[in-house]
């Protein structure tokens, strides 16, 4: 068994951590307060490679593995949680499914846009009656002529407001409940699409997530991802790889929120002696190291059997995902008790990564969900 990255995934990691220091990291706290979208750092990013991480070159990508955009998504949230899912989402839940079943025009169309950031992605799937029972959403789409119609909302899109190219599932027929579901690639601006709510969120304020409206919308017919009816496994099968970001993104959080405690815990002095000298402290951030080591060997591992072409990688992924949400929500509730007092204020980062880590335990599926993955792989 070898736990040394390659070379290549060491340049990433290097390259990520000196970007998301120089470039991100006071960014974060500013996009935190006005929540507007990083479009300038994003920029920057496609010319880096990380919009389209796992894409293959000859669609405008890097042509890397999934253990990379793991590393990348950990050192983005790592300074800032809200880049971190924008660019998770870019890649694993919009991306990677048009370059998974889309066929040749649809990549060829969409991927290098996605990778360059002249657009950016998002995936609409959840509805306001369909969380966590995605199975069960409402939104229609009919074919008439050379147009499929689309009709629904969804809802708590992430990206939302500001994407240009969705992944947008809908019911070509009702009576087939989730075997009726497919998956089509809408474009911003197409007849009939609106955006709605804007959600002021308690973390990763910068996502621009938002509800999608689809009021008899034209979508081509050549639009749809797939075939009729493929559309909730291939959501599902798209989640599967958007967990693992997902995981990599607490890790991220959790890894910076460390630091913080560290720092903040050698400078502080109480009782005449910095309080990394007190063995409460000490058994903290003993904590939350040994968990985020944990957590982080969860995503990698579930990163290294989607590279090595395994079909159904559902169970690592949850358990990635789960454990690392919950560690994220712990350690970034450690760092703060670390800071005392000065851990609420936004005088510190570790009161808005408390914030961004909540909403680990929530979207991609809630823990619940996560936990009903793993018991069903187990137990099928
Ligand atoms: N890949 C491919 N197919 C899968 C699959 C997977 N991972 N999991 C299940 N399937 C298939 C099953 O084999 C089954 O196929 P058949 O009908 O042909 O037999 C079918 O899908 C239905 O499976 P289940 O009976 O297990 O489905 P279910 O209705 O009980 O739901 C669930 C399963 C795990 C609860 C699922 O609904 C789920 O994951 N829910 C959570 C939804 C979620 O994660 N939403 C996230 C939205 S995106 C987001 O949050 C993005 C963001 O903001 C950043």
New binding site residues.
Partial sequence: MNFDLTDNQKLVRDMVRDFAEKELKEKAVEIDKTQEFPWDILKKMAELGLLGIVVPEEYGGAGMDFISLAIAVEEISRACASTG?IVA?NNS?TAYPIEHWGNEDQKKKYLPLLCKGEKIGA?G??EPNA?????SIESTARLEGDYYILNGTKR?I?NGGEAGIFVVFALTNKELK??GISAFIVEDGSEGFSKGKHEELMGIRATANCELIFEDCKVPKENLLGEEGMG??IA??T??V?RID?GAQAVGISQGALEEAIKYSKERKQFGKPICEFEFIQGMIADMATKINAARLLVLRAAYIKDKGEK?F?LESAMAKWYASEVAVDVTRQSCQVHGGYGYTKDYPVERMFRDSKIMEL???TSE?QK??IA?SLLR
Avoid at 131 to 135: E, Y
């Fill in positions: 899912v989402v839940l995936f799937l959840t969380g966590s029972d995605a199975g708590f992430t989730h075997k909730f496994k599902l099968g989640i599967d958007s997902i159904r559902s979207y991609e599926g969900i009903i993955v069903r």
